[in-house]
């Protein structure tokens, strides 16, 4: 009886049968994968690996579409290993001891199984962690799947028995190359213009597997001379975007908008910002992290940016959708090409350390309030200099605990509105330094 869940096992459908695209394209060795070199090339991890005959347990992590189940089934070929494939999406505690079992036995027969995983991240930690005791003993080599990160979907116990090799999503020169291979195979070219061709290209998105379902869709076509890329709009929906709100997509593009605004850059800033609200990204979100950029990377160089930001959020909630995002964008403008400082930001979380590295210290006794006798006898409030009556308006009395050396925290920098606050600072610094003199 053939395993459960064991592609080898089944039974081959006959030659007759038609077969997708997709699937007749499926490389037959390792040498005939597009797109991975960084990983499968001679002197690259994997490849390392093969011809040492080295082979460990492993994670591949990268986007849909890039020959994660491909390569893992080639690996088990190259390597001589029993190939069984599940998804943790339709396997459960019961399946997966089954798989365990037949794996013992096989080993036993003397042979190895490589057990490829396919969304290994869905598992729980307790699914996970059964994995454990048969990838120490040999049991079973695993290849997990993953299109998120495995820093954050995976157990740390798993992950330091597996190598994580990431997989990247194909360029335009590796989907033209699988483009001619599907048109080799299809025995015609695509009728398509060149700017044609590369629109199909970029509808690809990097998705090799959507790739060829383009290709079968098009060479399908009964057309007369070739189409160009108006009329290939027309004939075929653009892929979306890949964007999931609460995975790696939206942590890379959120990161992406905070680095190109404060690297200055409008044009990247602007980009990224559509490319998350063409995602289906909350617009309420995005205000938030904008006025946070405001706050983090702008500060005192430009106080009117928080004020920027919190409008545009304002105007988003009074118009909405699609018209309150202008607001966004214009906000993202702002801050993109306002000066830029993170004084206050570092000022307040060494602020944070210093409170935390005094513990209960008290304040000194000269700035405390005395409202009875008693308080006044203890010495509250005495000595204190009542800032108004000192000359320049400033007193320069110390403000921080008795015994604790005071700290320079707030250092503004040369840019913008601080600017002239470091002006202020200066005065203030050479007033006290006179007053304590």
Known sequence: MADLFDTAGAQAAPDTAPRPLADRLRPRRLSEVIG?????????????????????SLVFWGPPGVGKTTIARLLADETDLYFVQISAIFTG?????????????RRANGQGTLLFVDEIHRFNKAQQD?????????????????????????????????QVFVLQRLGLADLERLAQRAERELGKGLPLTGEAREALLEMADGDGRALLNLVEQVAAWKTEGKLDKDALNKRLMRRAAKYDKSGDEHYNLISALHKSVRGSDPDAALYWLARMLTGGEDPRYLARRITRMAIEDIGMADPQAQTVCLHAWEIY??????????????????????PKSNA?????KAALREAK??????????????????????????GYAYDHDAEDGFSG???FPEGVKRPVLYTPVERGFERELKKRLDYFSKLRARRET
């Not at 695993?142 to 740390?156: Q, R």
């Not at 909630?317 to 306002?338: I, K, N």
């Not at 000269?366 to 006898?377: E, S």
């Open 93 to 105: 505690v019961p399946e997966l001891r089954k798989v365990f079992e037949q794996a013992k036995h």
């Open 36 to 56: 991975q070199d960084q990983v499968l090339g001679p002197d690259a991890p994997l490849g390392v690996m093969l011809s040492s005959g080295s082979l460990s």
């Open 397 to 399: 009395q110390n403000y």
């Open 357 to 382: 590295k005094t513990g209960s210290e008290p304040p000194p006794k000269h700035i405390l309030n005395a409202p009875t006798a008693l308080m006044k006898d203890q010495g509250y409030g005495d």
């Open 130 to 162: 059964g994995f454990l005791p048969h990838m120490e003993d040999g049991t079973i080599l695993l290849v997990g799947a993953t299109t998120e990160n495995p820093s954050f979907e995976l157990n740390a116990a798993l992950l330091s028995r597996a």
């Open 317 to 338: 909630e009074r118009l909405g959708s699609p018209e309150g995002e202008l607001a966004l964008g214009q906000a993202v403008t702002y801050l993109a090409l306002a």
């Open 344 to 348: 206050g930001y570092s000022a307040f």
